[in-house]
């Protein structure tokens, strides 16, 4: 019988033999892979840390014992071993399972997480208000060798090792090269070292050295530096060592006897200990291990026709029947150019496809531009970019501050840096934009990605504060184009000019508009689209297509409706929207973006300011429409998410509709028009 569906809890596997974890840990991969063919979700970091998950959980007693998971996305197994086995098949699903921790799913999720570089600052904290009450209970964090890298991980682990918390830090090394171990040596002094002994010994040692009359304490410092040299020598760790945390690897991390008794072992352990274990990512599903980098994010390449378990159909804890329900569950309808899992791939290519190749284009005209991003070459596109101009191109790692600082060091000394970055990422690099970039007034083009309702991955990933948080910045223009030519311009548009230049665009795929010539557009300039008397819908952004499909819905209603591209929120085109709001008797704000203090509140703000002077203005109502304030979106597909906050063209119509009854109006004649 499987043993899967019996888990109800991570108490369940310390009764469990050892034999049985093994069996275990083969159904959760066949699992996760069953079913993230079917909702895609990120697979191969989950597959790596399976062995990590079951060592962790049989050692530690969640929930009282803290297991902080960094990023969150790497939590798949967690969720099956934790009470959601029965619901996994819902994974980024509207109303289903999320894809990274939250603790409204489960008391075992500590942290609603998403974003790398987070999970040491919270088990620190953690660590701390258990020590200020005199508790006793154990807290791990697994991060990964990338997040290391990020900034905040390095503050964290020095204050962690300054003020020695007590705490069992997991570095899942997925093959990303942060060090190699040098063999027998390094495990030989490994443990050592998880041994009472060594640290009971050393400072007997150190003791009794110290108190050597006259060469004592000269005699400890050399002692020390004999032992710190012998330590580098044998082991990668130096810099953990040096920061005041003890380092034990290199581990394999698909051992499960080897983890649970060096997590065992480190744990009893005084002060803060690294455990570096080694994984494969993707480890299980032979696609995803040769190709790590397309199985680690949300959007897989085609692998459902491909998933065979591991053992057999014979060996299988599941029978065919029995995966296709763990996996089942249809997709929502994307609406985002993703297409479901083994789906034929979109005909148009996305906006950052899009974005991508015209900084391309436009590099190979002037070798001034640089592209940058933040650990994310291939999800922003600018693989592309590296591939074509290697000696052009930098990938600072998850350091999104540095990215954009760096960006503004290299507009100094002449060069038209290009920083490609996730709307959801770039929050974390608010100061350097405003402190760098704008209060130096230079010409870094950035390319705010994944703007908008980005979908599965939930809260933590939607780009959805990129308006509001932006727009109060002086001397950075806002642009957003409505399709994917008009990005084209845009990029030729930003790269003509001198100052900083934010253009945030959508996940989505193009709308397959005819290629045409890219232009350089006016800066704040917007355009009217179709005329109309009654009602102004005024978007930015690809929103505007919506609004022309309202505006047909609308006039078949019998309304006059007119459309209008603002292209700019900063500089707004302001004495265009005025004059085309003019006696209209609705107007109309459009934004997939929250609706307080963004898009829609800029066109309020021009409109309130003109109507003490132009009496044409005074009676001229405004409705915006954007994500409801206040709030934040949770997963699933973008399609369903904006049908929920009704930013798809029915919701739009609707609420048009309901602004309008409230305002107590109706049609006019068209014979009066």
């Known amino acids: 019988m499987a043993i899967l569906p019996g888990i109800k809890g991570p108490g369940d596997l310390r009764g469990l033999p050892m034999r049985d974890l093994f069996t275990l840990a083969e159904e959760i991969r066949e699992t996760i892979v069953a079913t993230v063919a079917t909702t895609g979700g990120h697979l191969g970091s989950s597959l790596g840390v399976v062995e990590i998950t079951l060592a962790l959980h049989r050692v530690l007693d969640s929930p009282r014992e803290a297991i902080v998971w960094d990023t969150g996305h790497q939590a798949y197994a967690h969720k099956l071993i934790t009470g959601r086995y029965e619901r996994f098949g819902s994974l980024r699903q509207l109303g289903g399972i999320g894809g990274f921790p939250r603790r409204a799913e489960s008391e075992h999720d500590v942290f609603d997480g998403g974003h790398a570089g987070t999970g040491l600052s919270i088990a620190a904290g953690l660590a701390t208000a258990r020590d200020l009450r005199h508790g006793m209970e154990r807290i791990a964090v697994v991060v990964g060798d990338a997040a290391l890298m990020s900034g905040l991980s390095l503050e964290a682990l020095n204050d962690i090792g300054h003020r020695q918390t007590q705490l069992l830090i997991v570095l899942n090394d ?11 040596l390094s495990k030989y002094l490994s443990e050592i070292k998880l041994s009472n002994a060594w640290k009971q010994s050393r400072s007997a040692y150190d003791r009794t050295v ?11 410092e050399l002692s020390r530096r004999v032992r710190k040299s012998f330590v580098s020598f044998a082991q990668p760790g130096q810099l953990f060592e040096d920061l005041g945390i003890t380092y034990i690897g290199v581990v394999p991390g698909h051992d499960l006897r080897t983890l ?4 065992r072992s480190a744990l009893d352990l005084g002060g803060p200990v690294l455990v570096h274990v080694r994984t494969q990512k993707g480890r299980g599903y032979h696609p995803a291990e ?3 980098v397309g199985f680690h994010g949300a959007a897989l390449p085609p692998m459902a026709d491909s998933y065979q378990p591991r053992r057999g159909t014979a060996g299988s804890p599941f029978g065919a029947g029995e995966i296709s329900a763990i996996a089942s569950g249809a997709r929502g309808t994307e609406g985002n150019g993703v297409d479901p899992v083994g789906a034929p791939a979109p005909k148009v290519p996305n906006y950052t496809s899009f974005f991508a190749r015209e900084v391309i284009a436009a590099a190979r005209e002037d070798r001034r531009i640089v592209a940058i991003t933040a650990g994310m070459p291939t999800g922003t596109g600018l693989h592309r970019f590296q591939a074509e101009f290697p000696d052009r191109f930098v990938d600072v790692g998850i350091a999104e501050q540095h990215a954009v600082a760096l960006a503004t060091g290299i507009a100094l000394g002449g060069g038209r840096p290009v920083v490609a970055i996730y709307a959801t990422f770039l929050q974390r690099a608010f100061d350097q934009i405003v402190h760098d970039v704008c209060q130096n007034d230079q010409p870094v083009l950035i390319g705010v990605d994944r703007a908008g309702l980005v979908g599965e991955d939930g ?7 990129s308006f509001p948080a932006h727009r109060e910045i002086p001397n ?5 184009p409505r399709d994917e030519q008009e990005l084209r311009s845009l990029v030729r548009t930003a790269l003509a000019q001198d100052h900083p230049f934010a253009l945030s665009y959508p996940r989505d795929a193009g709308f397959g508009v005819p290629e045409r010539e890219p232009r350089i557009l006016p800066i704040g300039r917007g355009e009217v689209l179709r005329d109309g008397s009654d009602i102004l819908l005024v978007g930015l952004g690809p929103i505007v297509r919506r609004a022309e499909e309202a505006a047909d819905t609308l006039a078949a209603d019998g309304w006059s409706v007119g459309v209008l591209d603002a292209r700019f929120l900063k500089p707004l085109d302001r004495q265009l929207i ?6 209209k008797r609705l107007v109309v704000t459009l934004e997939e973006s929250t609706a307080a203090g963004g898009f829609g509140s800029a066109v309020l703000e021009a409109l309130e300011e003109a109507r003490l002077a132009d009496r044409g203005l005074r009676d001229v109502p405004l409705r915006i429409v954007g994500i409801p304030p206040d709030r934040f979106v949770d997963h699933g597909s973008v399609g369903d998410l904006r049908a929920l906050v009704r930013l798809d063209t029915p919701g739009i119509v609707a609420q048009v509709r309901e602004a309008l009854v409230a305002l107590g109006a109706t049609p006019a004649p068209a014979a009066s028009r």
């Not at 649970?260 to 997590?263: C, D, L, R």
């Open 290 to 292: 040769k190709d790590q």
């Open 174 to 184: 997925n093959e990303m090269s942060i060090s190699r171990s040098v063999g027998a």
């Open 578 to 583: 005025l004059d085309q709001a003019r006696g």
């Open 260 to 263: 649970v008794h060096t997590f």
């Open 210 to 220: 110290e108190r050597v009359p006259v060469v004592g304490p000269t005699a400890l």
């Open 476 to 480: 950075l223009v806002i642009a957003a």
């Open 459 to 465: 809260t933590s990933h939607q780009g959805m504060f």
